[in-house]
């Protein structure tokens, strides 16, 4: 069992935004983390989050996914709680409720509608933070007014995880840690990541979002990275909105990123019933639908100046994220609201 020091023995990635937010505006947080089981066909995916509407006070909440490709479905609970037991305590990301996130380990318990979730995880990374906005004034600035980093882009967990009395005992699982936050959600966006190809070590994270702009919606702008070989490649950015290519449906999404001498083609995808959908709020403004499956099949075709392309592939252990204005994606709706 990790010490109470735990959080000491390595320096924090990020930090809780939250704690500094004013009275008067609007402000959403969440620290995520997905962990998959060497081989693919189960996951876990956990979010801390924080939801503030302008002049009231934050509320927290935790979100449980338990992916499973021998069910007919995920099994998801969320727990919601005041600002009395939200918290950011020194030295670690975030607590909520019984549910704290610090450097190194992740331990909590909820009970919600009779489903009883504890989780004490240990997890280990060698792989630096990744920042998804590729200049740093970008994160003081008021757009884009979503905030996005990866802590921890490629993480190894090891522990324990329950569900309604069954334990899922977790030995080096592939996983990672994303953080995020601002005052609104982009009007669309795709999340997609994966840390265990079989072909080659390595990790792929990219987050994909179109922005409301006054009356006008940005073309898809991609921020991502590709380590293989030992080296990293970042893709994307705003001088390479052209050459980004998207075609995105609820549960599959091919996509084309391009970097500094280096072209990713790729699909994502998994069966309907290995996804889960939530209802995301922003602090001012409409809902979200956003639907999720962390054991998504993933192939990319990697091109580099100079080397034969490479494919890589990782099967059932993929994360694939969308979030639309559509409520017609056919992807059952998880019965929490948020905010």
């Known amino acids: 069992m990790p010490s109470d020091s735990h959080a000491t023995q390595e320096r924090t990635r990020t ?34 989050t924080v939801h503030k509407r302008p002049d009231e006070e934050p509320t927290g909440s935790l979100w449980v996914t338990v992916f499973d490709a021998d069910e007919p479905s995920p099994r998801a609970v969320k727990l919601t709680v005041g600002a009395d037991e939200l918290a950011a305590p020194g030295g670690a990301y975030i607590k909520v409720a019984n549910a704290l996130l610090e450097p190194g380990r992740a331990h909590g318990s909820l009970d919600v509608d009779g489903t009883a979730v504890s989780w004490d995880l240990t997890f280990e990374s060698e792989a ?29 967990y ?38 265990e190809f079989r072909e080659a070590d390595g990790y792929f994270d ?3 979002g179109r922005i409301k702009i006054g009356p006008w919606t940005t073309p898809w702008v991609a921020n991502g990275i590709l380590h293989l070989d030992g080296t990293s490649h970042r893709l994307g950015g705003l001088d390479r909105v052209r050459s980004t290519k998207v075609d995105e449906h609820p549960t599959a999404c091919e996509f084309e990123l391009t970097g500094k001498d280096i072209k990713v083609r790729g699909r994502v995808s998994s ?37 034969e392309p490479v494919r890589l592939e990782c099967i059932g252990a993929a994360a694939y994220e969308l979030g639309m204005r559509e409520t017609d994606h056919g992807i059952p709706l998880q019965p929490y609201p948020d905010g």
């Open 15 to 48: 930090e809780a935004r939250f704690p500094r937010v004013g009275n008067a505006a609007g402000h959403y947080e969440s620290f995520y983390i997905k962990a998959t089981r060497p081989g693919g066909g189960k996951g876990i995916w956990l979010r801390h």
């Open 128 to 156: 630096p933070a990744f920042r998804h906005l590729p200049y740093d004034f970008l994160y003081g600035a008021k757009l884009p007014r979503t905030k996005l980093l990866s802590p921890y882009p490629d993480a190894r």
């Open 158 to 195: 090891s522990g324990a995880f329950t569900i309604d009395g069954e334990t899922t005992e977790l030995d080096s699982w592939p996983g990672m840690i994303g953080h995020n936050w601002g005052a609104e959600h982009a009007e669309r966006w795709i999340w997609t990541q994966a840390n």
């Open 206 to 208: 990219a987050a994909l």
């Open 271 to 307: 069966e309907p019933r290995n996804f889960v959908a939530w209802v995301y709020a922003d602090p001012v403004g409409p809902e979200h639908n956003t639907v999720n499956c962390s054991i998504s099949d993933m192939e990319l075709t990697v091109e580099r100046k100079g080397l």
